[in-house]
């Protein structure tokens, strides 16, 4: 494991690694953000305010998803403590992305739909912020064969996995996907014909299946039932984003409509009649 950049590469500094890779894919993210942006002609200034809302929500949310994980509340960190240096979810962290631009979005009246504009940003930061999970947290369960990250005994400590063991490389899973769904959101979805804001849409809820899937291996705190935390929260919102899907499909939301076409001009119409004449 390598908690700073330090331990990965010896004339680095020691910043904390998985802020690193946290602030790297926040930084493509905001690449992708203006290239879009710009691509599709958005020139209102209030489309800030909405940036603002996604990364303070994100912040926020990101802590509080995971503050009570125990139905003690004594055992439990303080508001101040989860806020300080509780543990983060990233599912959390998208729910409150969302809710953060919503909010902005009332607060300073802003009327359009913005998730085509957030959706390869976010997969690409989800993407590169893996890595960081993948070099300071606990890989996944074990695999039960030969193939795996197999961790030392301090590292093995350090993340409470077992040592000498096989371990499902999940986070490599993950920063597989979300290349996958960046590549596809990038080079082919934000140029076909669907309704706006709804590429967030399809590729949240093929994270969430993913997500539930990859729980089983991922070596997480089994909640209720054998599933996971994470697992019982999809499990919840899943039927509701599916649900609206469906919806969006069969009443033919889903697809884009078609653009209006140009009406001829005053000298067009001029030579149309002298060619009828």
């Given at each position: 494991m390598f908690p700073t950049l330090q331990d990965l590469v010896r004339w680095l500094p020691p910043i904390d690694t998985h802020s690193f890779f946290v602030a790297l894919g926040m930084l493509a993210a905001g690449i992708v953000f203006l290239v879009e942006k710009r691509r599709r002609g958005v020139t209102d200034h209030r489309i800030w305010y909405l940036v603002l809302g996604s990364l303070a929500g994100a912040?926020?949310?990101?802590?509080?998803?995971?503050?009570?994980?125990?139905?003690?509340?004594?055992?439990?960190?303080?508001?101040?403590?989860?806020?300080?240096?509780?543990?983060?979810?990233?599912?959390?962290?998208?729910?409150?992305?969302?809710?953060?631009?919503?909010?902005?979005?009332?607060?300073?009246?802003?009327?359009?739909?913005?998730?085509?504009?957030?959706?390869?940003?976010?997969?690409?930061?989800m993407a590169i912020g893996r890595i960081g999970c993948l070099l300071t947290e606990k890989p996944g369960t074990p695999t039960g064969s030969g193939w795996g990250i197999v961790l030392d005994a301090d590292a093995a400590a350090y993340t409470g996995s077992a040592a000498g063991v096989p371990l499902h490389p999940s986070f490599v899973y993950e920063i597989a996907f979300h290349l996958v769904a960046f590549a596809l959101l990038w080079f082919w979805l934000r140029h076909r014909q669907i309704a706006p804001g709804e590429t967030l849409t399809l590729y949240i809820a093929a994270y969430g299946v993913f997500r539930f899937l990859v729980?089983?291996?991922?070596?997480?705190?089994?909640a209720w039932m054998g599933l996971t935390r994470p697992q019982l929260f999809l499990l919840a919102t899943l039927p509701l984003l599916f649900a609206r899907i469906v919806w969006m499909i069969r009443t033919d939301r889903f697809r884009a409509a078609a653009p209006a076409p140009a009406l001829p001009s005053q000298q067009e119409r001029t030579a149309s009649r002298e060619q009828h004449a």
């Amino acid at each position: 494991m390598f908690p700073t950049l330090q331990d990965l590469v010896r004339w680095l500094p020691p910043i904390d690694t998985h802020s690193f890779f946290v602030a790297l894919g926040m930084l493509a993210a905001g690449i992708v953000f203006l290239v879009e942006k710009r691509r599709r002609g958005v020139t209102d200034h209030r489309i800030w305010y909405l940036v603002l809302g996604s990364l303070a929500g994100a912040s926020i949310l990101a802590r509080l998803g995971t503050w009570a994980q125990h139905l003690d509340p004594t055992k439990n960190l303080s508001l101040m403590e989860q806020l300080s240096y509780g543990n983060a979810s990233m599912l959390s962290a998208l729910v409150g992305a969302w809710l953060g631009v919503h909010v902005a979005k009332r607060v300073v009246r802003y009327p359009y739909r913005t998730g085509d504009l957030f959706a390869p940003a976010v997969a690409l930061a989800m993407a590169i912020g893996r890595i960081g999970c993948l070099l300071t947290e606990k890989p996944g369960t074990p695999t039960g064969s030969g193939w795996g990250i197999v961790l030392d005994a301090d590292a093995a400590a350090y993340t409470g996995s077992a040592a000498g063991v096989p371990l499902h490389p999940s986070f490599v899973y993950e920063i597989a996907f979300h290349l996958v769904a960046f590549a596809l959101l990038w080079f082919w979805l934000r140029h076909r014909q669907i309704a706006p804001g709804e590429t967030l849409t399809l590729y949240i809820a093929a994270y969430g299946v993913f997500r539930f899937l990859v729980e089983f291996v991922r070596g997480n705190e089994i909640a209720w039932m054998g599933l996971t935390r994470p697992q019982l929260f999809l499990l919840a919102t899943l039927p509701l984003l599916f649900a609206r899907i469906v919806w969006m499909i069969r009443t033919d939301r889903f697809r884009a409509a078609a653009p209006a076409p140009a009406l001829p001009s005053q000298q067009e119409r001029t030579a149309s009649r002298e060619q009828h004449a």
